[in-house]
């Protein structure tokens, strides 16, 4: 049952090593609820786990973890006495202390702990946060490392991926060493046209033209006047158009006439 043991405890904990970045000494972080339950059965905490991951293995506790052991009363004491013989790591709660689950839950966040605890809620928490190994007491007596769950399964798998996995820097550089090499035709490239400049609107760019009068107050005939069509350099006069009258109208505008000059004759 022991060489059982050792076995999955060495492959789970290769798991970890190899896609989560743990090394030795590990680090085994023990909350009160955990060194409690060792008491109790009067378990060799260090020694019990140097025996059981077969490798250095340092047990450590912060200051917020003996403090909530402290005060949870005389029947606690011992228990605190017993946590204060391990290394005490700095947590940055020291002006503030926090109850044990959340300084562990802050601490694991940057540094690779296997945490030990007794924590219901604690270990479940743990199962569901990828790259933390769990560490328990099974009847509160044998040690026990939890298998990697799902989570911890399937955030290594997407790790994997992403570590071999080509990026496009060298997918493009891959690329170009085979077109070098002749293992692949080299893809045609399309040529843009140069798009030619394009000239200045000659309307945009005329001046305008200054009005210039005649002698007399008169316009000349750039003012508002239409030029008249010119044939050969030579300006056309618009010709006016004659009305014609009836023969009996200027019969009788003559006769009209001839009656006034008559009376002032007279």
Not at 68 to 80: C, I, M, Q, W
Not at 174 to 194: D, F, H, M, N, T
């Amino acid at each position: 049952m022991k060489i059982t043991k050792h076995k999955k405890t060495r492959k789970y904990m290769s798991f970890y090593i190899n896609n989560f970045g743990f090394r030795e000494p590990l680090l085994v972080l023990i909350d009160g609820s955990f060194c409690h339950a060792a008491y109790k059965v009067r378990l060799q905490i260090e020694e019990q786990l140097k025996k059981y991951f077969q490798c250095e293995v340092k047990p450590i506790v912060t200051a917020c973890i003996i403090t909530e052991t402290d005060n949870l009363g005389p029947a606690f004491v011992s228990t605190s006495q017993l946590l204060k013989k391990f290394l005490v790591h700095r947590c940055g709660h020291e002006k503030q202390p926090v109850d044990g689950a959340a300084c562990i839950k802050a601490m694991t966040k940057t540094c690779h702990y296997i945490v030990a605890t007794q924590d219901r809620a604690l270990q479940e928490w743990v199962r569901g946060n990828p790259g933390i190994p769990l560490f328990y007491l099974h009847n509160a007596s044998v040690p026990t490392l939890v298998q990697p769950s799902e989570a911890h399964r399937q955030a290594a798998a997407d790790g994997q991926k992403s570590r071999n996995g080509i990026r496009e820097l060298d997918k493009t550089t891959i690329q170009a060493l085979k077109v070098k090499e002749g293992l692949v035709p080299a893809e045609p490239s399309v040529r843009k046209k140069p798009r030619k400049p394009k000239n200045p609107n000659p309307l945009s760019c005329k001046k305008p033209k200054k009005k210039k009068t005649e002698p007399g107050g008169r316009k000349s005939e750039s003012d508002g006047a239409t030029p008249a069509p010119v044939d050969g350099g030579v300006v056309k006069k618009k010709s006016r158009k004659r009305i014609k009258l009836p023969k009996h109208v200027i019969e009788h505008l003559k006769a009209t006439n001839g009656a006034a000059q008559n009376k002032v004759s007279s």
